[in-house]
């Protein structure tokens, strides 16, 4: 069945780059979302990449996949404390209107 | 635009009784989701309306959960004789399918405290 896994716990100082991983076991998938939960808020995407992509960024954001590894990153550069928050990465196929997501990814900037 | 909306933002109910719990759509977006977020765990995939199809409850814990979604708009999830373990932060997301994403916009959701 579909499963995403992600690390629970990610943290970094201020200022340095933040890298949050995602492994996903489904290979049809066809989209792969990443989306910031703020405390007491619902989540917003931050940005999505298509399988046929390998890289996509989009300001300080850098979303690396690998295919063959079902890997799938986001590097925050310059991470600043508003970064703060719970990461989800999510996976979805072209034909599967349901995304199935991974438990999050808390990440703590510390100064 | 106004995004998603939910409401109540907080419930506190006793167990054995009734809630519903709203959500108002993106005005235009098709397809609404339900979510349900208990602590420590990820998202777990409720109910999907998608148009005037038959909705998909794969999600639904127990045949205490429900969902309508009235004009294909507004939806209301409902549990009946709630338990302590439905505790949990209610989302609700909804989306417009294109034919290149389908980008979903989540409410604030309701978190829903049963004593």
């Known amino acids: 069945g579909e499963d995403v896994e992600q690390s629970l716990f990610l943290s970094v100082r201020e200022g340095d780059s933040s890298v949050i991983n995602c492994t996903y076991t489904?290979?049809?998938?066809?989209?792969l979302y990443w989306y910031k939960q703020e405390p007491g808020a619902g989540l917003q995407l931050l940005t999505y990449?298509?399988?046929?992509?390998d890289m996509k960024q989009d300001q300080r954001l850098t979303v690396l996949l690998n295919k063959k590894d079902k890997h799938l990153s986001l590097r925050i550069a310059d991470t600043q404390t508003g970064d703060s928050a719970i990461y989800f990465c999510?996976?979805?196929?072209?034909?599967?209107?349901?995304?199935?997501f991974g438990r999050g990814t808390s990440l703590i900037v510390h100064p | 635009g106004a995004g998603v909306s939910q409401s109540p933002s907080n419930k506190v109910t006793e167990k054995g009784k009734d809630v519903e719990l709203r959500c108002d759509p993106i005005?235009?977006?098709?397809?609404l989701y339900w979510y349900r977020q208990s602590l420590g765990q990820g998202l777990e995939f409720l109910i999907y309306?998608?148009?005037?199809?038959?909705?998909?409850k794969s999600g639904l814990p127990s045949d205490r959960f429900s969902a309508e979604r009235t004009g294909g708009s507004v939806s209301t999830l409902t549990i009946q004789r709630t338990q302590q373990e439905d505790s949990a932060v209610y989302l609700c997301?909804?989306?417009?399918?294109?034919?290149?994403?389908?980008?979903?916009?989540f409410g604030p959701g309701t978190r829903l405290t049963v004593l």
């Open positions: 990449i298509f399988s046929n992509m």
């Open positions: 999510a996976e979805s196929m072209g034909g599967s209107y349901i995304p199935t």
């Open positions: 489904d290979s049809s998938s066809t989209y």
């Open positions: 309306f998608q148009g005037n199809s038959a909705p998909d």
């Open positions: 005005s235009g977006h098709t397809a």
């Open positions: 997301a909804s989306s417009y399918r294109d034919l290149n994403t389908d980008t979903q916009y």
